[in-house]
């Protein structure tokens, strides 16, 4: 209760397609994830056959340990999650981005920062026909490392291009306006799909690590398999919902029943029915 999203967030996240919190995550539990983090990359690179060099996203890494599905609806950011989408919210896509340190022959003033400019969501860009498109899902990223200096291979976005369904520069090297998000480690960093965004080159003598948590509506189609068949039984009824759990079938993600969606009988509970958009 101490977490839902402030009238300050949400008009910052309407406007600029993206929020900040600091301090999300305990410094004890960024020291915790990390070595199973990097167990995680290293297993999938040898899978892969992915040099150490790599630039890697590992998609759908929840059913990886059981260490991350704590994640999945945090007391600092899962308020915020569902003060933005609302109720009818499941997990649909996760990624870990492991970026090694850039070899030493590179540099920040020799070789850039090396963006890619991209939306979320793939074809959903291309499907949906509104200007600007509609939200949908946004993501939040944990940072596990530190990145409070650009060039550590830093997040970068482009504030209020949420709104733009095309590229706002002329060209997708023109950055004027692009921002890196410098932040320590144990930041949760909120964004809108839509928001045009890139990773970049990690010129430190740390990986970057970051894992991203997708929400979106439940009836839109995951992205991920989620094989977390075995930590089902841990898991309490929300958690049971952000993972795509039906109590009606196909037709509880369109038109749910109260026990498809215990999430919003506990907003109404705990914070009023006035918070609970029907």
């Known amino acids: ?92 896509h996760t990624h870990m981005t492991h970026t090694p340190p850039a070899p030493p022959n590179k540099s920040l003033e020799q070789d850039g920062l090396g963006l890619s400019w991209h939306q979320d969501s793939g074809r959903l860009n291309q499907d949906i026909e509104s200007i600007p498109r509609p939200r949908i899902s946004l993501k939040v990223a944990f940072f596990l490392t530190d990145t409070s200096e650009n060039g550590r291979g830093n997040f970068h976005v482009l504030p209020g291009s949420h709104l733009a369904n095309h590229f706002p520069g002329k060209s997708k090297d023109d950055t004027e306006g692009a921002v890196p998000v410098c932040v320590k480690p144990g930041t949760a960093v909120f964004f809108d799909r839509r928001i045009w965004h890139s990773g970049s080159t990690n010129y430190w003598n740390e990986p970057r690590r970051v894992l991203f948590y997708g929400y979106a509506y439940r009836w839109l189609r995951p992205r991920d398999d989620m094989d977390v068949g075995t930590y089902l039984d841990g898991c309490d009824p929300i958690q049971l919902q952000l993972l795509g759990k039906s109590h009606s079938g196909g037709r509880g993600y369109t038109s749910p029943t109260e026990e498809d969606v215990p999430l919003k009988t506990w907003i109404e509970e705990n914070v009023g029915k006035e918070a609970v958009v029907s």
Do not use: C
């Open 1 to 92: 209760m101490d977490f839902l999203l402030s009238d300050d967030e949400s008009r910052k996240f309407e406007e600029d397609g993206y929020l900040i919190v600091e301090d999300a995550i305990p410094q004890t539990m960024v020291e915790e994830l990390i070595p199973t983090v990097d167990r995680v990359d290293r297993e999938e690179r040898t899978r892969m056959g992915k040099g150490k060099e790599d630039r890697i996203n590992h998609f759908d890494f929840l059913g990886k340990d059981r260490q991350f599905l704590k994640l999945i609806d945090w007391y600092s950011t899962f308020p915020k999650v569902w003060g933005i989408l609302g109720w009818n919210i499941q997990l649909y």
